[in-house]
């Protein structure tokens, strides 16, 4: 076994309902989860620094938004 690797025991099935979708489907699917990863990593991040501003948690935010796409 790859040491590092995940079992994705559910990806043929994923992959097989993404491909049942329209375009549209899936392009509603993709805002959904990116909404729902910005706010899990803001909701986080409050939780991380209960007593930073909300300024100071965007700018956060945002430095982790770039450390992602390095």
Known sequence: MLTGVKAQPNRARY???LRRMTP???LAK????????RVAVLT???????????AEIHARYLERLGQCHR
């Open 44 to 54: 986080g991040l409050r939780r991380r620094f209960p007593d930073a501003t909300e």
């Open 24 to 26: 549209e489907q899936r």
């Open 30 to 37: 993709a805002i959904e989860l990116s909404e729902m990863t």
């Open 15 to 17: 992959i097989e309902v």
